[in-house]
Nanobody, 123 residues
């Protein structure tokens, strides 16, 4: 098993930036990692994912060219850099790990989840 802890959320104005971190309790070398978000009354959405090596990345169309996922396996940490934030990006953001090296944006394919970090985008 792996425990995940997200951090870096907060309140930001539209157009601002945040960097979310997902710290793991053990090595992430063999896990695909995804970032997901869920706003009140909405389904959980796959925002981005990264393969175990960091070579394969994927983004939802709604965040492409604004968000960047990366990982530092030496630190057992995955990041989500979020730029040009919009009010519709506001949600609770979760990171998740799957017992597969490839990563995906489908939440049902993930086995381990963090508790989430809140992102609020408002002026």
């Amino acid at each position: 098993q792996v425990q995940l802890v997200e951090s870096g959320g907060g309140l930001v104005q539209p157009g601002g930036s945040l960097r979310l971190s997902c710290a793991a309790s053990k090595t992430l070398d063999y896990y695909g990692i995804g970032w997901f978000r869920q706003a009140p009354g909405k389904e959980r959405e796959g925002v981005s994912c990264i393969s175990h090596s960091g070579e394969n990345l994927d983004y939802a169309d709604s965040v492409k060219d604004r968000f960047t996922i990366s990982r530092d396996n030496a630190k057992n940490t995955v990041y989500l850099q979020m730029n040009r934030l919009k009010p519709e990006d506001a949600a609770t953001y979760y990171c998740a790990a799957q017992n597969s090296a490839f990563g995906s944006r489908f939440p049902t394919e993930y086995h381990y989840w963090g508790q989430g970090t809140q992102v609020t985008v408002s002026s």
